[in-house]
């Protein structure tokens, strides 16, 4: 794994806007890094919806808002300094439930040697309810760095 | 319409005598206007509607509209037909609130999903007219686990050695059934202490009523782990205890002086999940399976497999003891 290649997780909350930033004030204008901002699309399910019109409108703000997000995001790393040729962006769509898992396969698919997380800082009785990204990131994460950003 | 109603009933349900005779219904969107004595009907089927369901919590009834009480006129069995009814509303959970659909496609794909398997309630789904989907749902008879094992006139150290290995290793079960819908990327979404039944006859205990849903979170299972958690918890208390009631229970002040907020439910904050303060016998290890659902918990149980994993040792320990 390279630790010079770096993943930042990113979803539309102001902790993935510190994170970038924290990535971009630290790597700042070096050239010997890449970085790659992942969006991991999860699609609120059918259910939730009394038809399908109302599904695929919803499917469709929601790609539209990950691209804004990695465009966002792109920016706040291009103003810390970091050279336009250094980033990327991606988003994907998770195959399960789990988005943690869906990053964690992307970063070892891809060499990563380092993932960047922002952290929402979940009461105990949300996090059993609903889990937590950043800490099954931390949980499962093998052969890389992680940074965890509140 | 009476008139044809009248005949229907007459021809199909000759013994049944019925103050009114309504409408007949084919289409079922606007299902406030199904009420008593109307039929509705589905694929060539009649159902005779008797009554709109209601919930009862706390001495008040709420009616569910779309929810209706009927006779199938074919065969002269109760039926439960629901409508067509999506509704989201925030769910509050203890200390939490989170937004809860109600889903009829789910119910109907798990109705599918669980056919013959007995641990769950059983139905199918047509389409009327319209293209609603209705689900026709057999009602089962028995009464609801928590009032069967509230109302066992024994203390409670008899109870825990004499009913409770027997109630778990069914409870066991039930946790099981949930791991079926979860292998299956479903969830239950409404797990609590009245949508578990026990079937009169065979003993059986019978899931009820998953329309609910959520959207989805990293944990989707979380939700139901928790109510298998709050059922055992009820369980092996036999009733909830909070620390207003423990002085009702004959507990002495002492007793309730020794909790602290660890003590209690993560969401319930005045139910007491450490019920090892209040009887010594209940083993350390069974304990400790309760107090991952308690203020103490660090680690949770992400998968019924988890929870079954500690909780089935526990069983066999209290059957030897």
Known sequence: ??????????????????AAAYVGEIIGPRKDFEIEILYVLRYP???????????ENKKDEERKKAQEVLSGLSTVLE??????SAISTVSKEAKGFSI?????EYQQQNGFGTIVVGRRGVSKAEEFLFGSVSNKIVHYARDCAVWVIE | MSHEVKELVKRLRPSLSLGEYGKIFTDTTSYMNISYGDVIEIDNQHYL?????AERSFGIEDPKY????????ETGERRILKLVFHEKFMLKLGSLEIPCYRSPEKEA????LVRDDLRFMQGFSRFDKKGNIVRIIQVIKGKRLDHHVFELEVPHRDYFHEHLPAILEKFLDSCLAIRYLHDHQEIHGDIRRDHLWIEHGSGRYRWIDFDYTYEFEENPFGLDIFGLGSLLIFLVGKQIYTLSNLASQGFSPDTAAAFNQGDFSLLYKNRIV?????????????????????????????????FLAELEPCIKEIKKS
């Not at chain 1, 943690?100 to 964690?104: F, H, S, V």
């Open chain 1, 79 to 84: 103003e810390k300094g970091i050279p336009v």
């Open chain 2, 49 to 53: 509607v008797l009554r709109d369901e």
């Open chain 2, 109 to 112: 794909r798990i109705l599918d």
């Open chain 2, 274 to 306: 450490n019920l090892r303060k209040l009887f010594p016998y209940i083993p350390e290890k069974l304990n400790l399976v309760l107090m991952h659902f308690s203020n103490r918990a660090e680690i949770f149980y992400e998968s019924v497999d988890e």
């Open chain 1, 100 to 104: 943690a898992q869906a990053i964690l």
């Open chain 1, 1 to 18: 794994m390279n630790l010079k290649k770096i993943l930042i997780a990113a979803d539309a909350s102001e902790n993935a806007k510190r």
């Open chain 2, 66 to 73: 779309w929810v209706k009480r009927c006779i199938h006129l």
């Open chain 1, 45 to 55: 399910d059918r259910d939730l919806f009394p038809d399908a019109d109302a599904w």
